[in-house]
């Protein structure tokens, strides 16, 4: 194990983070201003990558297609938060789990029944298909630095957004004190519509980047729905700040437990329990991390609501 191969993990790690980062800043904003506990966001994932993926088979191009992705989950998530979220916002979260859970089954069965169940393999763009030689020895794929570039980019404009806007003052009054920001005369309804298709945005955004780097299919909202609520709750309900944080923290603990664990555990047990032992404990990292954060800090790292 060298210098170079630790220096690459560090860096599907950083990407991976900002993914996750992409899809938990809108759910933590949509809960910790909303309330409202949105199980479906990874469906928005999903979709992003879906219709990414055919925008840019049938096109060629994939900026058209990750705009394409936007703007059609947009959409989407604004009828879905018109017709059903919306008489969610005082119920109970029970209530809301079990409605989005509905909605989870029913975007899976609607993918199916347009694209089918077979996985698709969207492609990656043909001037980003090679490597990029950052340094001697280091041949680095283009496609995923464009991912790290993009999800910085995103985050830096969210942050500027959410600190620097009279939006931004309007989001974070709501996510540190949703009734006092009613009576001081806050649209809380239209906070609420602009927060959802912000997240619905950054959900699609992220699923239509990753899917060229990972298998686009039904069910893969669900999958990434787990580290992405891991992160929200280590970073603090509502917080972008905690949010950004916390995915770079789960994204470079998870790359490193599924890239260094398994070699260090056969250096020292039997091959044949390290290869059982090694991914189990790589895959429970991520929770490992968060019941220490949660020990030392039982609201996370940068709660929105002091």
Same mark, same amino acid.
């Given at each position: 194990?060298?210098?170079?191969?630790?220096?690459?993990?560090?860096?599907?790690?950083?990407?991976?983070?900002?993914?996750?980062?992409?899809?938990?800043?809108?759910?933590?904003?949509?809960?910790?201003?909303?309330?409202?506990?949105?199980?479906?966001?990874?469906?928005?994932?999903?979709?992003?990558?879906?219709?990414?993926?055919r925008v840019h088979e049938a096109s060629g191009s994939f900026a058209?297609?990750?705009?394409?992705?936007?703007?059609?989950?947009?959409?989407?998530?604004?009828?879905?938060?018109?017709?059903?979220?919306?008489?969610?916002?005082?119920?109970?979260?029970?209530?809301?789990?079990?409605?989005?859970?509905?909605?989870?089954?029913?975007?899976?069965?609607?993918?199916?029944?347009?694209?089918?169940?077979?996985?698709?393999?969207?492609?990656?763009?043909?001037?980003?298909?090679?490597?990029?030689?950052?340094?001697?020895?280091?041949?680095?794929?283009?496609?995923?630095?464009?991912?790290?570039?993009?999800?910085?980019?995103?985050?830096?404009?969210?942050?500027?957004?959410?600190?620097?806007?009279?939006?931004?003052?309007?989001?974070?009054?709501?996510?540190?004190?949703?009734?006092?920001?009613?009576?001081? &005369?806050?649209?809380?309804?239209?906070?609420?519509? =602009? @927060?959802? #298709? *912000?997240?619905? $945005? +950054?959900?699609?955004? !992220? /699923?239509?980047?990753?899917?060229?780097?990972?298998?686009?299919?039904?069910?893969?909202?669900?999958?990434?729905?787990?580290?992405?609520?891991?992160?929200?709750?280590? &970073?603090?309900?509502?917080?972008?700040?905690?949010? =950004? @944080?916390? #995915? *770079?923290?789960? $994204? +470079?603990?998870?790359? !490193? /437990?599924?890239?260094?664990?398994?070699?260090?555990l056969r250096a020292v047990l039997p091959p044949s329990v390290a290869?059982?032992?090694?991914?189990?404990?790589?895959?429970?990292?991520?929770?490992?991390?968060?019941?220490?954060?949660?020990?030392?800090?039982?609201?996370?790292?940068?709660?929105?609501? !002091?």
């Amino acid at each position: 194990m060298d210098a170079i191969f630790v220096f690459e993990q560090l860096l599907n790690g950083l990407g991976y983070g900002l993914m996750l980062f992409l899809i938990a800043a809108g759910l933590t904003l949509v809960f910790g201003i909303m309330d409202t506990m949105n199980l479906a966001h990874g469906s928005l994932y999903m979709a992003g990558a879906y219709v990414a993926a055919r925008v840019h088979e049938a096109s060629g191009s994939f900026a058209g297609a990750v705009l394409a992705a936007v703007l059609v989950t947009v959409a989407v998530a604004a009828v879905l938060e018109l017709l059903v979220v919306r008489h969610l916002y005082r119920r109970d979260h029970l209530v809301q789990v079990l409605a989005t859970f509905g909605i989870i089954l029913i975007a899976d069965d609607a993918v199916k029944a347009i694209w089918g169940v077979a996985p698709l393999m969207a492609s990656t763009p043909a001037a980003l298909a090679g490597p990029v030689q950052l340094f001697e020895g280091l041949p680095y794929p283009a496609y995923r630095l464009l991912l790290i570039g993009a999800g910085l980019l995103v985050a830096l404009g969210l942050y500027l957004l959410v600190n620097n806007t009279r939006v931004g003052m309007l989001v974070r009054a709501g996510a540190s004190n949703r009734q006092m920001a009613e009576f001081m &005369g806050v649209r809380v309804g239209a906070v609420f519509s =602009f @927060v959802f #298709a *912000l997240g619905a $945005g +950054l959900a699609a955004l !992220a /699923g239509a980047l990753m899917a060229p780097i990972s298998s686009v299919q039904v069910g893969m909202g669900e999958a990434i729905l787990i580290p992405a609520l891991v992160v929200i709750v280590i &970073g603090g309900i509502g917080s972008v700040r905690g949010a =950004f @944080v916390a #995915a *770079l923290l789960v $994204g +470079l603990v998870d790359t !490193a /437990g599924r890239a260094f664990l398994p070699p260090a555990l056969r250096a020292v047990l039997p091959p044949s329990v390290a290869a059982d032992l090694g991914p189990a404990l790589a895959g429970i990292a991520m929770y490992v991390l968060m019941a220490a954060v949660l020990t030392l800090k039982p609201a996370g790292l940068f709660p929105a609501r !002091a």
